[in-house]
């Protein structure tokens, strides 16, 4: 069963880091690029960072870049999201994705809220 999880959200202050992580599961992880998204209350998911499989290369969308860093690590099957800087319109729920067999798998999302 193809599995994603994720987990290190909660509450952050303006200026705070938070470091997600998500735990793939039933499928040959380390082949796969992964992209974090996420979405904020009444809008469209927004596509965050990706990494390549190998880990090789990595992409931000321009509000993220300088202060979230994308991770992973092949022998654990995780992905990570290390978030600093945090500002109140990063608030939203984030989601782990892939695709897989040409279909894209998300996992339930991890809340993050960023208040003072």
């Known amino acids: 069963q193809v599995q994603l999880v994720e987990s290190g959200g909660g509450l952050a202050q303006p200026g705070g880091s938070l470091r997600l992580s998500c735990a793939a599961s039933?499928?040959?992880?380390?082949?796969?690029?992964m992209t974090w998204a996420r979405q904020a209350p009444g809008k469209g998911l927004e596509w965050v960072s990706e990494?390549?499989?190998?880990?090789?290369?990595?992409g931000y969308t321009d509000s993220v870049k300088g202060r979230f860093s994308i991770s992973r690590d092949n022998a654990k099957n995780m992905v990570y999201l290390q978030m600093n800087n945090l500002k109140p319109e990063d608030t939203a729920l984030y989601y782990c994705t892939t695709y897989f067999n040409g279909s894209p798998i998300r996992g339930q999302g991890t809340q993050v809220t960023v208040s003072s």
């Open positions: 039933g499928f040959a992880f380390s082949n796969y690029a």
């Open positions: 990494i390549y499989s190998d880990g090789s290369d990595t």
